[in-house]
């Protein structure tokens, strides 16, 4: 027999499987990974087919050296899947296989964990005999009767009751009472999030019909959902109730979210209420612990995935649901190489095994809307928070005249008012404030200069220490004190402009001196669970108000918050992004939503200096379907996806005019590609060379070739040439092709 492999190599020229002899006596299924040799040296593959022909002549043929699991790593649908995204992503299989294992399983990074265990070899009655003889009560007896009940024991539990038991152990098991042996042992984290229980909720019947409408695709042959429930509506209870159905139906679930340490309470959810079927893929795990995760979910003990992005790699069987939770955020999109969207592959997956995908968000993402309004997905809506309760009002507060009325501090009075009364009932506060820091930038008032970072074309940051101030690039991370004078001109009137969250905090303190607050950005949640202390804090109660960026408008619910301040909007709405007024729309919302989730109602307010933006109207109002009519029209009129798709070819190199010239031939090259296929270039709209918002970055100099063309075949097929001539490289530069990233500057 014969099998096929692909080799855990990526280079275009073996994209391909190879063809290896199968040794009599070893067996192997496709997904089975194994060590075969290639070239002079030994690799790592995957078994793609096993079949009796063989097309390679017969001096070529070598064998497979050995099977490295005695099972298939990658199950079946994951494989189809993998060959699937290969096609779509245009890169070799090998590339798209590696997704589907945890990545130090490669190169055999990590093993399986053995601990020696003890178990008894004869009945139950002959040891009680035996011990009865033994008068004196010695090592052997004592190990007997810690052994009579029948249930094996590991020799480190045994060597913490019965002292030195190494010799009495050995003499055992030479005379056949006792048998020793390794057994696997998980490192399943346990302990690290709180668990709490099924609170028994009765239904509201928002949920029950929302449930009612997806129950029968659990039981059938599976559905697609779009799940639209404003902030509050109870949108976790209906995916709870439907996994609860799944684990009913012997099928296994898989609950994406868009980043685990930002959803501690919807893990203790799961954990409490799925306990030992559930498994967490955490990106803090340690690689034996995310490995033996894999393998509980790999051998069907652990039923019920929740985790990030990759966790749609899951290699569960008999794959039930997939629930997308806040299918909005851009964390979904995997910028880096092989490109995928997570929504897109949990569909396809859903569609192949039989599945049920459920998309759940307040603020659905323009594209997964337009889907579902096109009938791809049943919308299912929940208007109505639970019990009732309203959904926050929200005020806007107009910063050009706080700036008239002489405020120039980032708090607008009513926003200061509204903290104030907050504090003294006793409740509890949010501030949003999308950026880190103290001051956003450091300039020269007599000539102008901006203090830049030396690896990248962006603005330092200022950042009060412990001890002293620091610039900072939160780009590339690099640091230095500074300036006295401007470096540009020697002048001595170097000003700080532009507020981030430290600046916030340090004006609340001013306001409300003795309040507690928390602040959570970038730089407070760096160490090991980071996340969870802060959280804890606030929950709690010991901290009254928390600060942060963007990090804490996701799906927390603090039952105790009343207020909630969006203290500057404007800086989610400016960005050079089609889809800054999307993100800002759906930032203000969540956010908002963060208000009035317990007894008492809650109050938003949202500081702007443009009160008129229509986007911070729909955000007050709360109402997403304007503001999806808005924003759709002004896509297909624009011509911005997903009427259109957007891709780029960059070019980075640490010398500028290397990057130039790349950018040049890139641009000649794909010219030349669109003259030699006119089907393709009848599909473009443009191809332009420039130079990006971001023009200097990490030490790079970039340029790039933007593309914007229609929704095509013809238009996948360009991109699969493109794809390859980003492949090729170009000299002395770097060279990506991306298709509609997160980010094009
Ligand atoms: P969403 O994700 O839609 O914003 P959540 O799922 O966080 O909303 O639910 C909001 C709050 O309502 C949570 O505290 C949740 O425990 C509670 N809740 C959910 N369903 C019910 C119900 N049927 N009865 C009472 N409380 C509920
Ligand atoms: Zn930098």
Known sequence: MYCRVIVDIVHENVAKPFTYLIPDGMDLVPGQRVAVPFGVREKEGIVTEVTEECDVPPEKLRQ????????????????????????????????????????QMRGGRVHVKTVRCVRLAVSAEKAEAAIAADRRGGKRSQLLRLLVSGESRTVRELSSLVKDPGEALRKLEKDGWIVISSEESLRTPRGAFEEAGDPGYKLTPGQQEALEEILPSLRGNGGRYLLHGVTGSGKTEVFMKAVRE??????????????????????????????????????????????????????????????ARSAVFSPVERLGLIVVDEEHESTYLNDRHPQYDTRDVAGSRCRREGATLILASATPSILSFARARRGDYVLLEMPNRVNDRPLPEVEIADMRSELEMGNRTVLSSALRKALKECAEKGEQAILLMNRRGYNSFVSCRSCGYVVKCPNCDISMTYHIGDTDGRL????????????????????????????????????????????????????????????????????????????????????????????????????????????????????????????????QSGRVIIQTYLPQDPVIGFAARQDYRAFFESEFRRRRNGLYPPFTVLARLLAESNAEEKAEQAAERLEEQAGKLLEDHPEWKRRVLTMLRDTPSVKFLKGKHRRHILIKALVSRETDALFGALTELAAEGAEGAEVWFEVNPNTMM
């Open 64 to 103: 497979v050296l050995r099977p490295l699991e005695d099972y298939a790593a990658v199950p079946p649908e994951l494989m189809a899947l993998a060959e699937e995204m290969a096609k779509q992503a245009h890169c070799p299989q090998a590339e798209t296989l590696r997704l589907m294992l945890p990545a």
């Open 246 to 307: 799944t684990l009913t139906l012997g099928r296994c679930a898989i609950i994406l979210v868009p980043e685990i340490a930002l959803t501690p309470q919807m893990v203790s959810w799961f954990r409490g209420r799925f306990g030992a079927v559930a498994a967490v893929i955490h990106s803090r795990l340690s690689a034996g612990e995310r490995y033996d995760e894999w393998r509980r979910i790999r051998r069907g003990e652990a039923r019920v995935v929740i985790g």
């Open 472 to 599: 900072r690039c939160h780009y590339c991370g690099s640091e230095m004190p500074p300036p006295d004078t401007c470096p540009a001109c020697g002048g001595h009137y170097i000003r700080y402009f532009g507020a981030g969250t430290q600046k916030v905090e340090e004006e609340v303190h001013r306001l409300l001196p003795g309040v507690p607050t928390v602040r959570m950005d970038y730089d407070t949640t760096g160490s090991k669970d980071g996340h969870g202390k802060i959280l804890e804090e606030f929950r709690s109660g010991r901290a009254r108000i928390l600060i942060g960026t963007q990090m804490i408008a996701k799906g927390l619910d603090f039952p105790q918050v009343t207020l909630v301040g969006v203290v500057a909007a404007d800086l989610a709405l400016n960005l050079p992004d089609y889809r800054s007024r999307e993100r800002a729309f759906q930032l203000f919302t969540q956010v908002a939503g963060r208000a009035g989730r317990g007894q």
